[in-house]
Each structure stands twice: as C-alpha cells, then as structure tokens.
C-alpha cells in the first residue's frame, strides 16, 4: 500500500493515521473497506455484482445459484463477456492493464474476490479477513503483472469458499500478451474456454451440497459433470485447429483427460501462461484449480467425425485411511453424492466435426520464453522451507497447525521479492492420507521435484504422467506420500497471503495457512 492509498484507507478508519501500525492493526479488526483512489487512472473499470440467481441447468425447475454479473465501466468492449451460464463474466484484460473493481456483495453472507494466479498486493487479494457483508461494495486497485494465460477468480471468505462456488460464484480471468498474440494460436470461435465442475442435485433440481463435518472431511464429488455450466457436453467444431482452454472448477475432484481415440493431448500451457514449447501426454492430470491450454487440430478429420474427451480411470487418491476407507466415507454408505466417485471414469465432452474448414494451422515449435529462475539463485537453497501437511484428531493440518485469521508462524514469514524453495511433505500420519492441490497466492512457481513415498507406486502411476510440472503454476497436485518442491519468486509486496489445499472442503476445513511478505 502506498502513502496514498494508505491515506484513503486510514480516512475511514476511525482516528489512528498517525500511529501506521495501530491502524493497520484496526483495520484488520473493523474491515475497513477501500475505496476507489484519486490518482489510480484504470485502463479498464468494471462493477462486478455477488447475488442469489437462477439459472436453467436440468430440465425443468431452475437451479437456484449464487452468480457474479458484471458491468464494463471503462475499457475495451472486449474486456467483459457473458458467460451465458451460472458462472461469472469473463475477463480479459492485457499485461500491464491498470484495474479497477468494484465488487458489491449482494450475497446473504460476508464474501470477498479472490483474483486465483494473479500477482497482485496485499489488499487486492482477497484475504477472507477483508470479506464485506451484505450490501458493501470493495474496491479493487490492481496492475495486471503476470504474462498471458488462463487465470480464474472465485470467492475466499472464512470456512465457506467451498459452498460460495459450490452455488456458482466463479469466472474466467484471460490476460493476453504480445508474445502470445503474436503466435496465431486460433483465437475467436476456434479458442474454446471449458470449465470442468462436478455438481449433485436433488429431485427439485436444487443443488445439493456437502451435510457435514464427515463429508468435508474427503471433499465433495457432484455426481454430474458440468462444462461450462451446462450438462449439454457436445461440441460442433470444424475441421480446423481448436485451443482448448481447461479449467478444472471443481471443489475437489480430479480429471485425468484423455481423447477416446488415444490421440495424445497437445499440452501447450498450464496455470501461468505458455510454455516454451508443446508438449505431448497421453493425459493430462488436473486438479482442483489447475488450467490446462490445449491444441485440438480436426483439420485432418473427415466431416461427421467424432471424439470423446474423456476422464479416465485413477486410484491411490486417498491411502492409509484406517476406519475411514470404505466405512465411513467410502461408498458403502451408499451415499448419492458417491455415485461418481473420485478416479472414476465418465465422458467430459463429445466433440463432432460438423462443418468443413480449410485452415491450415501449425504448431510453432517455439512458443514462448517463460523465464523460469535458476534454483542456483535461491537464497534458501541449502535449507528449503518444509511445510508438512498432516491429518491428526479429525482435522487437516498444514505446518503443523490449522488456519487462523492472521496468525504467522515464524517460518512462513518470507522476504519479498525473493526467490525461494518450499517443499510441501505430504508423508503425515497414516491415518488418513489424501492427494491435496497445494496453491500459493502472490504469483506463480515452478515444479522443481517430486519425490515420491515406496508404498503409494501404484495409485501414482495412475496419474503421474499427466503431471504438468514443466510450465508455470500455482497449484500442484501433491500425491500422497510425495515430498513436491517448489522454486517461487515472491513479488514485491508486502503484507498477508495464502498458501492453502484447494480441495475447497479442506480449504474451509482449515488446510491453509499465512504467509507474510515483509
Ligand atoms: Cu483459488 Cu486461495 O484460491
Ligand atoms: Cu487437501
């Protein structure tokens, strides 16, 4: 926060200006809420809206949701698009925008944005400890500094982001770049977002969500796969090239694509953008959060010609459960939500060349620079940071403890502007052990190793060749019994943020944890 903005915000807060440290303090207690600054000139202003909505997903009653809807106050026309569906406009701004957001939460309970990948201060982060009630409106102040790629923004209030997406509350957050631009990758109707969610309803077409401590425990599986929203999952494409942008949604489930026809994947980007040249897997691994950009070329496809994309089958996800595998939690409850479990396989879309197209498009061999750091160059090199994340008295925890509001352990405070290495050690109690999506807010990181457990082999090797570790990311699937580390360049703010699961329920469940720039 700059002495400006810190101005703004100590204008509303009672009368403590001149003591900084005792205001921060207060403000932290009250929720002081920003206000749009002065001197902050936005390239592109938007009004984005949280509010009980409906929407037609099933066939006959409307599905009540929770919905962003959004305004373009300023900007280009582009910038603001209609989802068509529950989910919330999507964004899609330019490296080096200026924004504005306000966000008026209209919801009947405090929620606040979370802007998921992006590299932005402290205040424009989303903390649950700066969630607004009913009828308050926060503004955002941010400057777009990540390179092109798939971000996503969705709620992060206090022990219920998993229930505010659950109802709808998400959106896509495109930022673009020369660099990507310049590529001729196709774009318009032959870029194609997918946003993968797994849903349950009852007999009312109403959204049925977790019941309990119980069913947090493991995360929720929705026996339905929605894409885009909507159960219809087939596509009309043309005989061209297609870039698949892939977004898994979902609270806590996995997907492990494949084509049908086992023409491998063309995996040209992850969580932070392009990388440097494609890459080509028989599947890709994605977990809750992770993006996956996509190349799909039909254009040698005879007209009528069909494809699957398909979830596959995995296992291993959760070990060493003790009374909880298959008991208690397993399917022999007999439970509806389990009807889909998690590593099951099912049908994600079916996609039909329905028009002829002649484009010639090809892959260009190199696709980006993406400057990854040199882990040589890591202050903490010798030492990394171990965070281990453990199960102990029916509760998640992550360095040991579980979330508390502003709570900093000694160890998870960093230098910003750092470069360092974290390790998180899912090797915790064997009682119940589960694949937990790791995410570090305030930018994007590299997968440096995994180091796998003797014992969790077979679940691995399921999944394993889908990793997508060569790319920037800000979400790693770390499988049980794995050590994962990371090499990540904090940015130069300072302040509070999040590394946390992102298996929503375990998120709410307390699996995250501060960290503290200073
Ligand atoms: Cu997408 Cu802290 O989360
Ligand atoms: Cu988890």
């Not at 709620?155 to 673009?176: C, S």
């Not at 439970?335 to 484009?359: H, I, M, P, W």
């Not at 990793?467 to 130069?492: A, I, N, Q, S």
């Amino acid at each position: 926060m700059n002495r400006r903005q810190f101005l703004n915000y100590s204008g509303r807060c009672a009368a403590v200006a001149a003591w900084p440290a005792l205001a921060l303090n207060a403000m932290e207690r009250e929720h002081t809420i920003p206000i749009a600054s002065v001197e902050f000139i936005p390239d592109v202003e938007l009004e984005l809206v949280a509010r009980p909505t409906q929407h037609q997903i099933l066939t006959g009653r409307a599905t009540d949701t929770w919905s962003y809807s959004g305004r373009l106050v300023k900007g280009r026309a582009g910038a603001l698009q209609p989802s068509g569906s529950y989910l919330g406009p999507t964004i899609r701004v330019r490296n080096g925008d200026k924004m504005r957001v306000h966000f008026r939460n209209e919801l009947p309970e405090p929620s606040i944005v979370h802007w998921h990948g992006l590299e932005v201060p402290e205040l424009a982060d989303g903390h649950p400890r700066l969630a607004i009630p009913q009828g308050q409106t926060y503004v955002y102040e941010f400057e777009v500094r990540n390179r092109a790629g798939q971000y996503w923004y969705h709620p992060h209030p206090m022990a219920r982001t998993g229930a505010q997406v659950y109802q709808g509350m998400a959106g896509l957050f495109f930022v673009e770049d020369d660099e990507d631009s310049s590529l001729g990758l196709p774009s318009g109707e032959h870029e194609i977002p997918i946003v993968l969610q797994d849903r349950s309803f009852d007999g009312n077409s109403q959204l049925v969500y977790i019941a309990g401590h119980m069913d947090a425990m493991t995360g929720f599986l929705g026996e339905r796969i929605l894409v885009n929203g909507s159960t219809r999952n087939d596509l009309a494409l043309a005989s061209a090239a297609y870039r698949l942008r892939v977004l898994n949604g979902s609270n806590s489930r996995i997907y492990k694509l494949a084509w049908s026809d086992k023409t491998p994947i063309t995996l040209i980007g992850t969580d932070g953008g392009l990388l440097d040249r494609s890459a080509s897997k028989p599947y890709v691994t994605l977990a809750p959060a992770e993006r996956a950009d996509l190349i799909l070329d039909l254009s040698q496809r005879p007209l009528g010609s069909a494809l699957e994309l398909q979830s596959l089958a995995f296992s291993g996800v959760q070990s060493g459960m003790g009374m909880m595998g298959g008991g208690m939690m397993g399917r022999g409850m007999g439970s509806r939500r389990n009807a889909l479990d998690q590593g099951d396989e099912f049908t994600v879309l079916r996609v039909r060349v329905s028009k002829r197209e002649t484009s010639r498009f090809s892959l260009p061999a190199r696709l980006s620079q993406p400057g990854f750091h040199r882990v040589e160059e890591a202050g903490n090199r010798p030492s990394p940071r171990v965070f281990p994340i453990s199960f102990g008295q029916m509760q998640w925890l992550l360095n040991n403890e579980t979330f508390h509001m502003t709570e900093v352990a000694d160890n998870e405070i960093v230098k910003s502007g750092s470069l360092e290495v974290w390790e998180f050690r899912n090797t915790g109690s064997g009682m119940m052990q589960m694949a937990h999506p790791m995410h570090l807010h305030g930018g994007q990181f590299q997968v440096l190793e995994r180091l796998p457990a003797a014992g969790f082999e077979s679940g691995r090797r399921t999944v394993s060749m889908g990793f997508t570790d060569e790319g920037w990311k800000d979400v790693v699937l770390v499988w049980p019994g794995e050590r994962v580390r990371l090499l990540m360049k904090f940015g130069p703010f300072k302040g509070l943020f999040l590394y946390h699961c992102h298996n929503l329920e375990h998120e709410d469940l307390g699996l995250m944890r501060n960290f503290r720039l200073v």
